[in-house]
C-alpha cells in the first residue's frame, strides 16, 4: 500500500501547495479497483501538467477523516481537491472542510443533496447505468439457460443476490438500474434473499457458504453479485455445496475488478467493465477543467465507450456530473474482443 505521509504531501514546514498541486483522497491500493484508478489519475495529471498526491484509507471513513484534518492543518493550498468519500453521508464534513482550500470534485460516490454546497462537480462511475447493464446482462443469462434446456424454480426464475454493504449508494444505485431494466420485460425474477457486504474473493466466499445451503433447497437460478472479486468467491461456495456454476446457475457481476478467469471458462455468464483507470482519468480531467474556466455546466455527461481516448478541451467547462464509459462482458467472446478507451477487458479489470 502506497500511504504518503503528510510531510511528503504538505512539506514538513508547511509549505503551501501551488496551482499546478491536486491532492487525492481515495481508497487503497491494495485493491485492484483502487490502484488503477490511482493510476489513471497520476497517469492523466502528469499528461497535463499537473502534481498529484494521494492519500489512501483502508476501506474507513474515520480514517479517512483523519487524513483530511491532517492534511488541512499542514496548510496545503492545492488547485483542486479530487475526493471519494468512503461513505457518501457520513462524508460530507470533510466535503465542507475541503472546500475552504480548494475547489472539491467528488468521485465515484455521487454527493448527497446536503454535500453540494461544498462540491463542484461529480466524475465517475454512473452507478444506475452499471445496474442497468448488468440488469441486460442477466435477462440475456436467462435467455441462454432457457435455450440450453434450464428447468427454473420459479415462473422467471429464482434470484438470489449478493451485494455492496447495506446502506451504500454503490449498491442501492446499481439495484435500482438492474430492477427498472428487469421490470421493464414484466417477467420478474423472484429474488430469494439479498446478502450484503462482499466486496471481495474473502467475504464472497464466506457469505457465499453462509447463504447458499439456506437456499439451495429452494432451488437457485440465477445469481446477481455487485462485484466479479466476490463472484469468485461465491462461486468456490457453490461448488463446495454441488452446484455447478453455468450449469446449474447462471451468474452475472456488475464491475470486473480482479481475475476474469471466471468469465472467460463461462462460471460466471457476463460482468461489467467498468474501467477504475478511466474513471482516474475523467476526474482528473474534470478537476482541470474548473480549474481553467471556473464554470461547471448543468445537466451530465456521458463520456463515450469507444476504443479510442475522446480529445479533451480543457477550456470547456465540465458538467455537473462527468461519467466515465461502461461496457458489458459476457463470455470468453466479449472478454477477447470488449476494448475502452484502447485499453483491454484484462488492463480494466486486472492490473492498468
Known sequence: MVVLALAVVAGASGKRSGDKDLVMFAMTSTNVYGANQITGA???????????????????????????????????KPAAVIYWPWIAAAGINSARLLSRLA??????????PKAWPYVKAYAGANQVLIGQVAGQMMLKARDAATKAGAKFHSANGNLLVFQHPQGEFTGTARWQGFTEVVKKTGKNFKVLHTEYGANDPDTGYKLGS???????????????????????????????????????????????????????????FGTGLQPAVIEGTVVVRTAVQYITTKKVLPGKYQYPSGKTVPAFDPNKPPSKYNYMPHAPAIGKAGIDNTRLWGYTADQICASA
Request: charged fraction near 20%; proline fraction near 5%; charge should be neutral.
Open 103 to 112: 475547489p472539491v470534485i467528488q468521485l465515484t460516490q455521487e454527493p448527497f
Open 42 to 76: 497520476k497517469r492523466e495529471a502528469k499528461r497535463l501538467g499537473y502534481n498529484l498526491k494521494v492519500f489512501e484509507h483502508m476501506f474507513s471513513q474515520p480514517e479517512q477523516d483523519k487524513q483530511v484534518q491532517q492534511y488541512i492543518a499542514s496548510g496545503a
Open 210 to 268: 453462509q447463504i447458499i445451503p439456506k437456499y439451495k433447497g429452494q432451488g437457485i437460478d440465477f445469481v446477481y453479485v455487485s462485484n466479479q472479486q466476490a463472484a469468485n468467491g461465491v462461486i468456490r461456495a457453490f461448488k463446495e455445496n454441488g452446484i455447478t456454476p453455468g450449469k446449474d446457475v447462471w451468474i452475472v457481476s456488475s464491475d470486473c475488478s480482479g481475475t476474469l478467469t471466471a468469465v472467460r471458462d463461462g462460471e460466471a
